[in-house]
């Protein structure tokens, strides 16, 4: 097995996604190829050294060994203005007027500076030795900032904890080097254009230790998640009317999908109970949890259940594409609340603000707290906290998690920025929730609630009567964080 170990001299990794929309990690194998490219060129192309590039492009995606992304931290990326490049061929009669634009520049620190990739394909002594000539003389992978040592050798055993493992169904797309790679390097170099993208290979990162072990909601986890991001048009609904929003897509979608309606779609079964099968939920993903937060709308997501049928997903994934208007060329969503009240969005594979991301929801933690009020399954017969705490507990599992050890019920959220269960009391002029007309939930009674585990869960976690329209959804607290 053939390995290539880099080491991050400071202890950063310093690059971008193409779009520029967010940070890389790990490091993608086209990324690390044109680095080795790179070095072949400054080094006089030599033809040994060219052989060996040739023979590394055609092989197939290396695994990765490298943190997970919840071992990395995100440095603060701030926006420095600098002037843009000349225009390629156009002669410059006087000094350019020359506007300076925005440039961000991403770095990340991982908790280990090492990183391999491992090539399952073994090769000569000759190629490895070609391979480790170009490695040794490469300074820098990503920005010119992110200083590297690197060297190439063929006795490795991989950390299997650590792996990125290629998959057609993982989670994370990585661009990879594929057979002539090599020479449309070259080609751009020539026409002095910037490289572009080629292949991808998507990959299935490594799950901590807790994710592995813990329980999980029978909501479903990030691959599950399909994001919609405001797209910036002139309303935005505010999240105490998020059950008409939720009400909304859900027609959508029903109207969209195969005829009749399937249960996972709609909620009910064909005559008009509701299902007792798992079925698609709407979340608000609201700006709450931060310092400075303010509760803002900022999108929703449409999640499947965990082990959804394969007939089930496939309607489910047809009437999202619908609803995205995936094809065509400015693809765009609607939410119609009223006439008049119309809310554009826009299908968001990678969002690049935290509070969209579903890692953000679906991290694995022992404490939560709710970010929307939780509507209880059933009405409390009295006033005893004990029973409301009784009927909380069902509600987790109902979703597949065990009984918390401690919960704690509140009027008011424990996160910056979401909304309190109900108005204060003599505040006539600030609105309530809002449900539509006939909704059962509208009268249900309504807590915020912290939850402890004994051990850590995987969420999400979505509680109550009203999960599947956005109520009750919890956000993790770490330990650190005090409600």
């Not at 967010?22 to 030599?46: K, M, N, T, Y």
Request: hydrophobic content about 40%; some cysteine; proline content about 9%.
């Amino acid at each position: 097995m053939l390995c290539m170990e880099i080491e991050l001299l400071t202890g950063l990794y310093r690059a971008a996604l193409p779009d520029g929309s967010s940070e890389e990690w790990p490091p993608h194998p086209e990324r690390v190829f044109s680095a080795l490219a790179q070095a072949w060129g400054d080094g006089g192309c030599d033809q040994t050294e060219e052989q060996a590039l040739h023979w590394l492009e055609r092989q197939d995606a290396p695994v990765i060994e490298a943190d997970a992304s919840d071992r990395i931290a995100e440095r603060d990326s701030a926006t420095v203005f600098v002037p843009p490049n000349d225009q390629h061929g156009v002669w410059i009669s006087r000094f350019p007027e020359r506007r300076r634009q925005g440039r961000s520049f991403w770095a990340i620190r991982p908790e280990q500076t090492a990183l391999r990739l491992f090539w399952a394909a073994s090769s000569d002594t000759t190629t490895v030795a070609a391979l480790d000539r170009l490695a040794q003389r490469v300074t820098a992978i990503g920005h010119s900032a992110s200083l590297v040592r690197a060297r190439f050798h063929d006795d490795c055993i991989p950390n299997t904890q650590r792996l990125w493992q290629p998959s057609s169904m993982g989670r994370v797309p990585l661009r990879v080097p594929h057979p002539g790679r090599l020479q449309r390097l070259q080609d751009w170099l020539h026409n002095d254009e910037r490289p572009r993208v080629g292949a991808t290979q998507r990959y299935e990162p490594p799950q901590s230790q807790e994710a592995l072990v813990a329980r999980q909601s029978w909501f479903g986890g990030r691959e599950d998640w399909f994001i919609f991001e405001d797209n910036d048009g002139p309303f935005v609904p505010d999240i105490l009317g998020f059950a008409h929003v939720a009400t909304r897509v859900r027609h959508a979608l029903m109207s969209l999908g195969p005829q009749p309606a399937p249960a996972v779609l709609s909620g009910h079964t064909t005559d008009g109970a509701p299902t007792h099968d798992r079925h698609v939920a709407i979340l608000p993903l609201q700006n709450v949890g931060w310092p400075y937060s303010d509760g803002r709308l900022l999108g929703f997501a449409i999640v499947l259940p965990r082990g959804l049928a394969a007939d089930d997903r496939q309607a489910a994934l047809h009437a999202i594409a619908a609803f995205a208007d995936i094809g065509q060329e400015s693809p765009q969503a609607s939410v119609h609340l009223t006439r008049t009240h119309i809310w554009m969005v826009a299908r968001s594979p990678d969002p690049v603000r935290k509070s969209l991301r579903p890692d953000r929801w679906c991290a694995t933690a022992r404490a939560w707290a709710s970010a929307t009020p939780v509507l209880l399954d059933r009405f409390p017969s009295t006033d005893d906290p004990a029973e409301t705490a009784a009927i909380l507990a069902g509600s987790c599992r109902n979703i597949g998690l065990p009984d918390p050890i401690e919960i704690e019920i509140h009027k008011h959220t424990a996160l910056t920025g979401a909304e309190t269960t109900y108005p204060a009391r003599g505040n006539k002029s600030r609105p309530d929730w809002s449900f539509p007309k006939g909704s059962k939930f509208a009268n249900r009674p309504r807590r915020h609630v912290v939850l402890r585990f004994a051990e850590p869960v995987t969420g999400p976690i979505v509680l109550g009567a009203g999960r599947f329209a956005g109520f009750g959804l919890c956000l993790p607290l770490t330990d650190g964080e005090t409600p």
